[in-house]
């Protein structure tokens, strides 16, 4: 059977993305604003507060309008790829949570504070990766597995 629709568990999965992602934001706001860093494992991972005024990596610094047009491009072609998308199975509704989720978080921060908190610094020695948070993680694995499930392709139909 196709579902047009997403099922209920794609928006259980967005509100606990959300809920998730500004949990945590909040904590890392309260507990490492004042701190700045906490190392967990010497070169190689650390709780950093950052304000991120850019987008994915830290790209565009402060080029509103510029992210604007990005995110809505970005949306356009969500609703393109999505118009005759299977929703029956539990994959595109975890996937598409996931997604909606993370990208729901971050713009819910941009819009309220101007920037995302990001805190998640992974590096090796002084090779640093872009910060991240929760959001920036789910999206990455969504995206991650849309493009794995791209790869691979749709398994034959039987019967």
Known sequence: MHARWPRPSFYVVIVLVIALDQLTKTWATMSLQPLRTV???PGLFNLTYLRN?????????GEGLLIGLFVA???LMALYYTRDLDWAGWEPNLVGGCLCGGALG?????ARLGYVVDFFDVHIGPHHWPFFNVADSLICLAVGWIVLRQLMGTPPKKG
């Open 39 to 41: 190392t967990l494992a």
């Open 53 to 61: 005024t850019g987008i994915a990596f830290g790209m565009f610094q």
């Open 73 to 75: 491009a970005l949306a």
């Open 106 to 110: 971050n713009l819910l921060d941009r």
